[in-house]
Nanobody
Framework: QVQLVESGGGLVQAGGSLRLSCAASGRSFSNLAMGWFRQAPGKEREFVATINWSGTITYYTDSVKGRFTISRDNAKNTVYLQMTPLKPEDTAVYYC?????????????????WGQGTQVTVSS
């Protein structure tokens, strides 16, 4: 399995920016798709963004398209989520996850390693 550690969360005003990082170790990171999910209080965890093994294919949920950018640096075993401009409805715990294959995926059951999460709070 891949071990994942997220960082970069925090409190920011609406319209602001944050960049989340997810550092990976263990099973070969560069062969796997990666994803970001989020869970707001009282809601189910939802898909946010995914990137394939090489970084050439990405996909986003509609609510973040044009605002969030997922990227990866395979030399650093790290995946990123750049978020701008942030909205109050983006408030959630954000999780990164390592996929079971190299291809992008939006369903959580297609990921088998998860980080502990990082809190993002956007004030209005």
């Amino acid at each position: 399995q891949v071990q994942l550690v997220e960082s970069g969360g925090g409190l920011v005003q609406a319209g602001g920016s944050l960049r989340l990082s997810c550092a990976a170790s263990g099973r070969s990171f560069s062969n796997l798709a990666m994803g970001w999910f989020r869970q707001a209080p009282g809601k189910e965890r939802e898909f946010v963004a995914t990137i394939n093994w090489s970084g050439t294919i990405t996909y986003y949920t509609d609510s973040v398209k044009g605002r969030f950018t997922i990227s990866r640096d395979n030399a650093k075993n790290t995946v990123y989520l750049q978020m701008t401009p942030l909205k109050p409805e983006d408030t959630a715990v954000y999780y990164c996850a390592a996929g079971r294959t190299a291809a992008i995926a939006t369903r959580s059951e297609l990921y088998d390693s998860w980080g502990q999460g990082t809190q993002v709070t956007v004030s209005s």
